[in-house]
Antibody, heavy 118, light 106 residues
Framework: QVQLQESGPGLVKPSQTLSLTCTVSGGSISSGSYYWSWIRQPAGKGLEWIGRIYTSGSTNYNPSLKSRVTISVDTSKNQFSLKLSSVTAADTAVYYC??????????WGQGTLVTVSS | DIQMTQSPSSLSASVGDRVTITCQASQDISNYLNWYQQKPGKAPKLLIYDASNLETGVPSRFSGSGSGTDFTFTISSLQPEDIATYYCQQYDNLPYFGPGTKVDIK
């Protein structure tokens, strides 16, 4: 059973870059035809899809965040990562990683809270 | 981009009631529509995929229907453990979520 776990700093200063890593266990990140996605959720609000990376390395990003987002994969560590630059308080949220099977987000991490504050 | 709307944004119902949530897409998405349940402090859980297919292990009181632009999610008999927020999600192109419907017990 595949499992995902987010990790990274819980506090980021405004204007800096938010960096998170998702570690995948129970299967190889490079096997199968999957996208590896990031989704976020501000407190009390809905889910916002941030972007995804395919096993081939190709990426898709939410147009509203595209200029600030980079998603990458490290197959040797079975991890994929999110970088979000120039953060503001509006980027404070719980960040989830998930495996996307052709649009079905079945496997999710537990989520990690990132607060943007000085 | 495809925009998703959901209604109502919240509802209160009694145990045993039939609960219906609607989701509308801004353009035809065929049946590329999923429904998720999210309980407080937890990650979302896929309940229905491809508009009407029940994910393995999900109780049969949950169901979905629709195609094109209009979709419906139904709980046939609301149970206390169904208290959650429900999201539709389209994947015709990129996977965008609807705004969610919060379901409470009256």
């Amino acid at each position: 059973q595949v499992q995902l776990q987010e990790s990274g700093p819980g506090l980021v200063k405004p204007s800096q870059t938010l960096s998170l890593t998702c570690t995948v266990s129970g299967g190889s990140i490079s096997s199968g035809s999957y996208y590896w996605s990031w989704i976020r959720q501000p407190a009390g609000k809905g889910l916002e899809w941030i972007g995804r990376i395919y096993t081939s390395g190709s990426t898709n990003y939410n147009p509203s965040l595209k200029s600030r987002v980079t998603i990458s994969v490290d197959t040797s560590k079975n991890q994929f990562s999110l970088k979000l630059s120039s953060v503001t308080a509006a980027d404070t949220a719980v960040y989830y990683c998930a495996r996307d099977s052709s649009g079905w987000l079945i496997h999710w991490g537990q989520g990690t809270l990132v607060t943007v504050s000085s | 981009d495809i925009q998703m709307t959901q209604s109502p944004s919240s509802l209160s119902a009694s145990v045993g009631d039939r609960v219906t949530i609607t989701c509308q897409a801004s353009q035809d998405i065929s049946n590329y529509l999923n429904w998720y349940q999210q309980k407080p402090g937890k990650a979302p859980k896929l309940l229905i995929y491809d508009a009407s297919n029940l994910e393995t292990g999900v109780p049969s009181r949950f169901s979905g229907s629709g195609s094109g632009t209009d979709f419906t999610f139904t709980i046939s008999s609301l149970q206390p453990e169904d208290i959650a927020t429900y999201y539709c999600q389209q994947y015709d192109n990129l996977p965008y979520f609807g705004p969610g419907t919060k379901v409470d017990i009256k």
